[in-house]
């Protein structure tokens, strides 16, 4: 099987070369820069090397065109993501991509469906450590509670070590703000979110505030709910505010190993029936980019093998992850990598 990494000599792209290669299937590296792109190949110890930029959608799309599927790990998506993503669709290639950008995954999700249904391939953004897993856990936590009045996603991890390329994003999306999806439609966030929330392994509940996660994109898709919105540990947020951009260029490109082996991702789910009934999920792992690049990488494979969702569900489209993968199943799948889940309630 062969898998395109957009963006391969980037920190996040490396890293995927590097799972595709540990998976046993033959990376293709696709970029702008051929230096860069060699030096990442002879690094990861083998792969082929396409130079294609975004400003050639015609050699992006046939640099992807003998390939099972593409990863897009080039950022920010905003400014960069939907070439690739009708490239990977004009070749007829199954896509995903490692995004954490809110408004850049819902346009995505609702401006490239009937594209990529007719094109009998599944575009699935945001398959990351934070859009993935929390899409996942987000699903099965609301199958415990019906109606579903009100949905929170939450980011809780602490602080740590970030990439250059994720400080620039995060920078942007912390300026756009969050949205609610209330009734129907995506707003701008209120301000009556929760102050804190409980998280596993602390004594007292974590003090939170509103942002723009993944979640609250591609939750909505496959939850009936009111009310669907998002939050982080504040302390989180507080760095993000302070990421002006002379801040961001001083930060280096790849972080610190020691740093991000060290640093813990945890996604919480909280689903009210608004009488009382409550359900909650929780997953958490290791390392964030790490488990981003086993997370695409292995959303591509199941697309490109065809082991998506039950029969007769959708298998082409613009798609959350939850829609294209059994939660339950993509999640166990990560255990072996030190992940953890679980659900409770009500």
Request: aromatic share 6%.
């Amino acid at each position: 099987m062969r898998i395109a990494v957009y963006g391969a000599s980037g920190f996040t792209g490396r890293l995927a070369v590097a799972e595709v290669l540990r998976r046993g299937m033959t990376p293709v590296l696709v970029g702008r820069n051929e230096e860069r792109l060699r030096k990442a190949a002879a690094e990861a110890g083998g792969g082929d090397v396409r130079v294609a930029g975004l400003d050639d959608p015609v050699a992006l799309a046939g640099a992807f065109g003998d390939c099972d599927a593409v990863v897009n790990c080039a950022g920010p998506f905003t400014s960069w993501g939907e070439t690739v993503v009708r490239a990977a669709i004009a070749a007829g290639r199954h896509y995903v991509d490692t995004t954490g950008e809110q408004r850049y995954i819902n346009r995505i999700l609702a401006a490239y469906d009937a594209d990529a249904e007719r094109a009998g391939v599944a575009v699935v953004p945001g398959l990351a450590d934070d859009g993935g897993p929390g899409d996942l856990i987000a699903h099965l936590t609301a199958e415990r509670v019906s109606p579903v009045e009100e949905l929170l996603i939450a980011d809780m991890r602490r602080p740590g070590a970030a990439s250059r390329g994720t400080a620039r994003t995060m920078a942007e999306v912390f300026a756009e703000g969050p949205l609610d999806y209330v009734d129907g439609a995506w707003v701008p966030a209120g301000d009556d979110a929760p102050a804190s929330l409980a998280v596993p392994g602390a004594d007292e509940e974590v003090p939170v505030t509103p942002f723009p996660l993944p979640g609250v994109a591609t939750v909505p898709r496959h939850v009936t709910a009111h009310r669907v919105r998002s939050v982080v540990a504040a302390e989180v947020a507080a760095a993000f505010l302070a990421l002006t951009p002379d801040v961001v260029e001083s930060i280096p490109e790849t972080p610190d190993e020691d740093s991000r082996r060290a640093a813990q991702w945890l996604m919480v789910a909280q689903a009210e029936d608004g009488r009382g009934g409550r359900a909650r999920g929780w997953v958490t792992g290791p390392d964030p980019y790490r488990l981003t690049a086993v997370i695409a990488v292995e959303g591509a494979r199941r697309l490109a093998a065809g082991e998506g969702r039950a029969s007769g569900e959708r298998r082409a489209g613009a798609l959350t992850p939850a829609q294209a993968f059994d939660p339950a199943d993509f999640l166990g799948f990560l255990t072996p990598h030190d992940v953890t889940w679980q659900v409770t309630g009500p």
